[in-house]
């Protein structure tokens, strides 16, 4: 990171200048997923350094293609883009990481990285999706706490909100390698449309005239004194 002018500034590069650094990478889709940190098999990455090329990019991949996206067209960035040189690979902001980088300067160099690196990023494209992997990842781009609340859901980027509800927040796939139940609702997140479905509302037909696949229907039938039991679906 030292020899990085856009790392200058930073408290992590101040205290680790002989960090890696892994920059993003842009490609010609109009996705963009946002994972938190690189691992060591980014970092030995030839010919040069690139995210989510390791087991988390494997799944990644992976997941993509189950859903009907072609890996090589989704952008990669990490909210971090440095991995700090210790054992395990820690995220600054983790409790972990503290015996290593005190919690203010682990703020200070992830807000950093994101203005540096990843509003640039945002404001160079008109993104239709962008994938948020990771509870961190989900908070910084758009406030949001908890994936257990907040993810699946059609949310604005914070800091570009003039690409709509565009964001998606899910897990990473480093936390799905331990948490392999998880991967069917991982699948929807991804797959999931950010285009409304359409509606219909028909108040009175055959099951002909509705719409198929259909997905819900909603039969009104106590206020108008209908005989309940005859109904079949």
Not at 189 to 217: K, V, Y
């Amino acid at each position: 990171v030292s020899q990085q002018p856009g790392c200058a500034g930073c408290p992590l590069a101040a205290r680790y200048p002989d960090a890696d650094f892994v920059p993003p990478k842009l490609v010609a889709g109009d996705r963009l997923a946002i994972g938190m940190n690189p691992a060591r098999e980014e970092v030995a990455h030839r010919p040069v350094p690139e995210p989510f090329v390791g087991k988390s990019g494997q799944l990644l991949a992976f997941g993509y293609g189950k859903v009907g996206v072609a890996n090589n067209t989704v952008s990669k960035a990490n909210i971090c883009q440095c991995r700090m040189p210790v054992q395990p690979n820690l995220f600054p902001l983790e409790p972990k990481a503290r015996p290593f980088i005190p919690h203010d300067e682990a703020k200070a160099a992830v807000d950093h990285c994101w203005c540096t690196y990843v509003l640039p990023i945002l404001a160079a494209r008109q993104w239709r999706r962008i994938d948020l992997l990771g509870a961190d990842a989900l908070r910084l781009g758009t406030g949001k706490k908890g994936l257990d609340t907040w993810g699946g859901y059609q949310l604005e980027m914070l800091d570009a909100p003039q690409l709509g509800a565009v964001a998606v927040g899910t897990y990473h796939p480093a936390f799905l390698m331990r948490q392999a139940e998880m991967l069917p609702l991982w699948y929807s997140d991804l797959r999931r449309s950010l285009a409304p479905a359409p509606e219909a509302h028909i108040l009175q037909g055959e099951p002909a005239d509705f719409p198929m696949p259909l997905r819900s229907l909603d039969l009104e039938t106590s206020a108008a004194g209908f005989p309940v039991e005859d109904i079949e679906v």
